[in-house]
Nanobody
Framework: QVQLVESGGGLVQAGGSLRLSCAAS????????MGWYRQAPGKQRELVAV???????NYADAVKGRFTISRDDAKDTVYLQMNSLKPEDTAVYYC?????????????????WGKGTLVTVSS
């Protein structure tokens, strides 16, 4: 079983920065894809950024140039550096891990989610 724990959310003024972290735990050998999604009040959950173990990244248009996703595979951790924050970035941010390969052959799984961390950007 894989668990994801996010940290780093909080209240920040518009134009400020925050750094989110998400640590995965469990009998993990590798995680092919890790990413961040967000859900604002009254809206559907949406992709923010993803990063693969091969080094590819993908960003939502709304955050390109402001957010940066990175991984530390030795720690099974993914980060989201958020700069130039806007009020419309206010949301619960969820960590996601997909295509997890377990230490034991044949174990692992897909589609793991953290419980989320709240980011509030004031104007």
């Amino acid at each position: 079983q894989v668990q994801l724990v996010e940290s780093g959310g909080g209240l920040v003024q518009a134009g400020g920065s925050l750094r989110l972290s998400c640590a995965a735990s469990g009998s993990i050998f590798a995680i092919r894809t890790m990413g961040w999604y967000r859900q604002a009040p009254g809206k559907q959950r949406e992709l923010v950024a993803v990063a693969t173990s091969s080094g590819n990244t993908n960003y939502a248009d709304a955050v390109k140039g402001r957010f940066t996703i990175s991984r530390d595979d030795a720690k099974d951790t993914v980060y989201l550096q958020m700069n130039s924050l806007k009020p419309e970035d206010t949301a619960v941010y969820y960590c996601h891990a997909d295509r997890v390969i377990g230490v034991v052959r044949g174990t692992g799984g897909t589609d793991y989610w953290g419980k989320g961390t709240l980011v509030t950007v004031s104007s």
